[in-house]
């Protein structure tokens, strides 16, 4: 029972490079996010998807960029990556967005931008 | 907008002892209210949601919280911590998406 799986796991990048975290699930869910994590601040979500075809910024969008590949799939990338994207990226999906709906959570890719 | 506070970055109790995780919210019309776990170096994962169905809700892992409106409160409870109950407890609200409080990370003493 897989449920949200993302990749890669770890990376490390220096300044300027690109990289897209890969993200599937398998639950048949409408809905797909993803967030950063960082100390202190919680969860933020950068972008999301309501619908498979639609593609909509959340709060922290600045410095990436999103693909809704089908259903399953929502990559995230990052075009030229910063320091201040060094963070935990967490992908995310629920089977509608809005109240009410739990949001399951993937494993985490840890990236730091050097 | 909807936000959520959670007071203490940081909570310590002895195994055995009553855990108590704090978390006040704003939000504009009837919320929907989530705590998640999160064990080092894992995701989040749903304890227990609130959804207007009952003012008190109980999850997973003998974790309950209790809705108060009138404190603007979800506070979240355990009786008897374990020592596996350490890890990082986020609450969140939810309108029309999900927004999540700091984080307070429980540790428990033997």
């Known amino acids: 029972n897989a449920g949200v799986t993302q990749t890669p796991k770890f990376q490390v990048l220096k300044t300027g490079q690109s990289m897209t975290l890969q993200c599937a699930q398998d639950m048949n869910h409408n809905s797909m996010y993803w967030y950063r994590q960082d100390p202190g601040m919680g969860l933020r979500l950068i972008y999301y998807s309501a619908s498979e075809g639609t593609t909509d910024k959340g709060e922290v969008p600045n410095g990436y960029n999103v693909s809704r590949l089908n259903k399953r799939e929502f990559s995230l990338r990052l075009e030229s990556a910063a320091p201040s994207q060094t963070s935990v990226y967490f992908c995310?999906?629920?089977?509608?967005?809005?109240?009410?709906?739990?949001?399951?959570f993937g494993e985490g890719s840890w990236l730091t931008v050097v | 907008a909807q936000s959520v506070t959670q007071l203490g970055s940081h909570v310590s109790v002895s195994e055995g002892a009553l855990v108590l995780l704090r978390c006040n919210y704003s939000s504009s019309v009837p919320p929907y209210l989530f705590w998640y776990v999160q064990y080092p170096n894992q995701g989040l994962q749903l304890l227990l949601k609130y959804t207007s169905a009952a003012t008190l809700v109980k999850g997973i892992n003998g974790f309950e919280a209790e809705f108060k409106k009138s404190e603007t409160s979800f506070h979240l409870t355990k009786p008897s911590a374990h020592m596996s109950d350490a890890a990082e407890y986020f609450c969140a609200v939810s309108e029309d998406k999900l927004v999540f409080g700091a984080g307070t990370i429980l540790r428990v003493k033997s």
């Open positions: 995310a999906s629920s089977e509608a967005r809005g109240s009410g709906n739990t949001i399951y």
